[in-house]
């Protein structure tokens, strides 16, 4: 019996009607907007137009896509998406159409859940589909024949910083990652800001969370958590105050951002508080740079991001990690300062890793 047990194979070949035309990839129709609507003014040094494509999730993503004018192919590409609320049309627009005119390929993409792009129901964030979505950027550059398969590099702002460096850890094809005024959401959804949250107000935050799942089951919608505090309390804090004057004003304001209006859906903290993002960040191989605003509030996840890709770095391996602080700058002057932010060390850091 034993010897007929060990000639036996582990498993049986069952008959299947599986088949891999079962499973194709598929890119869904998404209503876009055949408009100029961005917040910042259109370039005259680059083309510019509307793409889309699948992520691995089946959910397809609307991006706009800059080309330097009159320039060689095949070229470096990078990917660019933040902050978190926002949409393409603001800050991610505003970084990808300056890259491209600095030589590069690029798209501003909205989330997954949000802006132009697909996904239901809306305006949800996901730590593992968000970052999902930086890999859908490497994938579609790698279906263009003007973008050059070994330099592909990502940008993320603000929430996206995070997500940015989570893709690097779990995508080698990133060669180059930016995360400019950085968020680590899932410590700030957990931890609450400068981890003042306890165990026992994070337990009620679940129970508020829970509470909020059960209404929404029953009353067949999503409730929203709101976006940018509107009115403006007159002793909100000053990083609300900034926030306010870039999303609430003519500066920055859009009507498809979350933050400017209504925000994420209410349960949207969930899944960050029981999934850390950078985990992983001490094994990304690749370079990593870090910017950050001197007076900025969120200065401490950029620090602490930068221990984590540092401390383990062995001797005779690559000094690739990079921490630059803009002098006298807060966490929205990195969205759309031109003055402050520094793309010329952002342009020199692309050009060294995507060589």
Same mark, same amino acid.
């Given at each position: 019996?034993?010897?007929?047990?060990?000639?036996?194979?582990?498993?049986?070949?069952?008959?299947?009607?599986?088949?891999?035309?079962?499973?194709?990839?598929?890119?869904?129709?998404?209503?876009?907007?055949?408009?100029?609507?961005?917040?910042?003014?259109?370039?005259?040094?680059?083309?510019?137009?509307?793409?889309?494509?699948?992520?691995?999730?089946?959910?397809?993503?609307?991006?706009?896509?800059?080309?330097?004018?009159?320039?060689?192919?095949?070229?470096?590409?990078? $990917?660019?998406?933040?902050?978190?609320?926002?949409?393409?049309?603001?800050?991610?627009?505003?970084?990808?159409?300056?890259?491209?005119?600095?030589?590069?390929?690029?798209?501003?993409?909205?989330?997954?859940?949000?802006?132009?792009?697909?996904?239901?129901?809306?305006?949800?964030?996901?730590?593992?589909? %968000?970052?999902?979505?930086?890999?859908?950027?490497?994938?579609?550059?790698?279906?263009?024949?003007?973008? %050059?398969?070994?330099?592909?590099?990502?940008?993320?702002?603000?929430?996206?910083?995070?997500?940015?460096?989570? $893709? $690097?850890?779990?995508?080698?094809?990133?060669?180059?990652?930016?995360?400019?005024?950085?968020?680590?959401?899932?410590?700030?959804?957990? %931890?609450?800001?400068?981890?003042?949250?306890?165990?026992?107000?994070?337990?009620?935050?679940?129970?508020?969370?829970? $509470?909020?799942?059960?209404?929404?089951?029953?009353?067949?919608?999503?409730?929203?958590?709101?976006?940018?505090?509107?009115?403006?309390?007159?002793?909100?804090?000053?990083?609300?105050?900034?926030?306010?004057?870039?999303?609430?004003?003519?500066?920055?304001?859009?009507?498809?951002?979350?933050?400017?209006?209504?925000?994420?859906?209410?349960?949207?903290?969930?899944?960050?508080?029981?999934?850390?993002?950078?985990?992983?960040?001490?094994?990304?191989?690749?370079?990593?740079?870090?910017?950050?605003?001197?007076?900025?509030?969120?200065?401490?996840?950029?620090?602490?991001?930068?221990?984590?890709?540092?401390?383990?770095?062995?001797?005779?391996?690559?000094?690739?990690?990079?921490?630059?602080?803009?002098?006298?700058?807060?966490?929205?002057?990195?969205?759309?300062?031109?003055?402050?932010?520094?793309?010329?060390?952002?342009?020199?850091?692309? %050009?060294?890793?995507?060589?």
């Amino acid at each position: 019996m034993l010897a007929v047990a060990l000639s036996t194979p582990a498993y049986t070949k069952e008959p299947t009607t599986m088949s891999d035309n079962d499973n194709k990839i598929v890119k869904k129709e998404l209503s876009l907007s055949t408009e100029w609507d961005k917040t910042f003014t259109k370039s005259e040094k680059v083309d510019h137009c509307k793409v889309t494509f699948p992520n691995r999730y089946g959910i397809t993503i609307a991006a706009d896509l800059y080309i330097p004018k009159n320039a060689g192919v095949p070229l470096p590409a990078i $990917a660019v998406s933040g902050p978190f609320g926002a949409v393409k049309e603001q800050v991610s627009g505003r970084y990808a159409q300056e890259m491209a005119e600095r030589g590069f390929l690029t798209i501003a993409f909205d989330p997954s859940f949000t802006g132009e792009s697909g996904g239901t129901p809306r305006y949800v964030a996901s730590p593992d589909i %968000n970052t999902e979505d930086f890999s859908a950027a490497v994938d579609y550059f790698l279906t263009r024949d003007d973008v %050059n398969s070994e330099r592909i590099g990502i940008i993320g702002i603000c929430g996206w910083g995070g997500f940015a460096v989570n $893709a $690097a850890a779990n995508d080698p094809r990133i060669k180059a990652t930016l995360a400019s005024t950085m968020y680590d959401m899932s410590r700030v959804s957990a %931890n609450g800001y400068f981890d003042a949250t306890t165990p026992d107000e994070r337990y009620a935050l679940r129970e508020k969370l829970a $509470a909020q799942r059960t209404a929404d089951i029953r009353n067949g919608y999503y409730t929203l958590g709101g976006g940018v505090v509107d009115p403006l309390p007159c002793d909100a804090p000053q990083f609300v105050k900034d926030y306010y004057d870039y999303y609430k004003t003519d500066r920055g304001y859009h009507q498809r951002s979350l933050n400017s209006n209504g925000g994420f859906n209410a349960t949207s903290p969930i899944p960050f508080i029981n999934f850390p993002l950078l985990a992983y960040a001490g094994e990304i191989r690749n370079a990593v740079m870090l910017v950050h605003g001197e007076k900025a509030h969120s200065l401490y996840f950029s620090n602490d991001t930068y221990k984590k890709l540092t401390e383990n770095r062995k001797p005779g391996t690559p000094d690739n990690k990079l921490l630059y602080i803009v002098p006298g700058a807060n966490h929205t002057d990195l969205y759309d300062r031109m003055d402050i932010i520094p793309f010329k060390e952002i342009e020199n850091f692309f %050009n060294e890793y995507l060589k």
